[in-house]
């Protein structure tokens, strides 16, 4: 099994349970693991027959800028969701983190593993 990943994806979002966090935008960032067969791309030397990294992570900061949510799960589970449909990935496993949200902790977040490996 190949897998393709992106580390570290800045997006800005709205995105908190308190009435102060539905007011500004904050940093979010992802990791992405996604499962794809990366054989047939290396194989023709074919952009497209791979998972366009860019295209991936254009869609997910335009997602997390266009909605909001309080849950940070809720918002981990829609970008996998998306992701898995719109670019045809079989397993995702997917690390949200919140920076700043705990004064004492550099950061915090989720990690979820959608779809068979």
């Known amino acids: 099994m190949d897998i393709v990943f992106i580390k ?3 997006v800005i979002s709205k995105i908190g349970v308190y009435g102060w966090e539905k007011g500004v935008q904050q940093k ?7 499962a794809f067969n990366n054989k047939p791309a290396a194989d ?3 952009i497209n027959l791979a998972l366009n990294y ?3 992570s254009e ?6 800028q266009q909605n909001q949510f309080e849950l940070i799960e809720t918002m ?4 996998a969701a998306l992701i898995m449909k719109e670019f045809s990935v079989t397993w995702i496993k997917l690390t949200l983190h919140k920076p ?6 550099q950061s915090l977040g989720v990690q979820i593993e959608r ?3």
């Open 8 to 10: 570290q994806l800045q």
């Open 28 to 34: 979010l960032y992802f990791d992405l693991e996604m």
């Open 44 to 46: 023709n030397d074919d």
């Open 54 to 56: 860019f295209s991936v």
């Open 59 to 64: 869609r997910v900061n335009q997602f997390a």
């Open 76 to 79: 981990a589970e829609r970008v």
């Open 100 to 105: 700043g949200a705990l004064a004492n902790a």
């Open 115 to 117: 779809g068979i490996k």
